[in-house]
């Protein structure tokens, strides 16, 4: 069974505007951590941003939002105001539990391309 | 150096053709894992290592896959007698024992089999 699921193959926004790029994940440990990474034509993954299972409050990171609703299981990522250089492939990824030493598991990705 | 440096960038490799896949991560990075990402996909988890020990390689597709970090630096992904299906971006990726839920990736090696 897929562990993260990213539904949207590709999205569209025009310059300046939010975007939300759905992630929903599976886990039965209640100990986990969830992940964006941005992946540009160069390759390189970029982390976003970052959310705890026990964390109580939404992670933000600049333009960047995570909007966490654990009973859903439910991670979305929110960028406000896109800019031209936010076009890129997305990824949510999960660790369990989130410390350094065990493996990232990646969704399929979304691939965003922001409009003029 | 300031980031996560894998070589070469690109790699064309015959089927059957040996290949080794060097990855420096960042300086004081404990933990090092290697991914693979095919086309159009996720990456998807090979191995890990924890200094020079290689503690997890579940992820390795067959045992024409090999890696090692002899010295806790320094990574080499090797893949003998190559086919098609190994073509993919293999990512490194390296984390703090400071910082551990943040890994950091190198811009990864573009491998194609012909």
């Known amino acids: 069974a897929q562990k993260i699921t990213q539904t949207q193959p590709g999205m569209f926004v025009q310059e300046k505007e939010a975007v939300t790029l759905d992630c929903t994940y599976d886990?039965?440990?209640?100990?986990?951590?969830l992940f964006w990474y941005k992946q540009p034509s160069s390759g390189e993954m970029i982390f976003l941003i970052y959310?705890?299972?026990?964390?109580?409050q939404n992670a933000t990171e600049g333009r960047y939002s995570l909007n966490f609703q654990k009973a859903r299981k439910s991670a979305n990522l929110v960028i406000s105001a896109s800019q031209l250089g936010d076009s890129a492939m997305y990824f949510c990824?999960?660790?369990?539990?989130?410390?350094?030493?065990?493996?990232?598991?990646f969704g399929k990705g979304t691939r965003l391309s922001v409009i003029a | 150096g300031a980031g996560v440096s894998q070589s070469p960038r690109y790699k064309v490799a015959k089927r059957g053709q040996d290949v080794a896949l060097r990855c420096d991560p960042i300086s004081g990075h404990v933990s090092l894992f290697w991914y693979q990402q095919a086309l159009g996909q996720g990456p998807e988890f090979l191995t890990y290592f924890q200094n020079e020990a290689q503690l997890d390689k579940s992820g390795l597709p067959s045992d024409r896959f090999f890696a090692e970090r002899p010295e806790g630096s320094v990574s080499t992904l090797k893949i003998q007698r190559t086919q098609q299906e190994d073509s993919a971006v293999y990512l490194c990726?390296?984390?703090?024992?400071?910082?551990?839920?943040?890994?950091?990736f190198g811009q990864g090696t573009r491998l194609t089999v012909v």
């Open positions: 990726a390296s984390s703090s024992p400071s910082r551990n839920t943040e890994a950091f």
């Open positions: 990824a999960m660790r369990e539990p989130p410390s350094g030493n065990t493996p990232l598991v």
């Open positions: 886990t039965s440990d209640p100990s986990y951590g």
């Open positions: 959310q705890g299972s026990y964390d109580q």
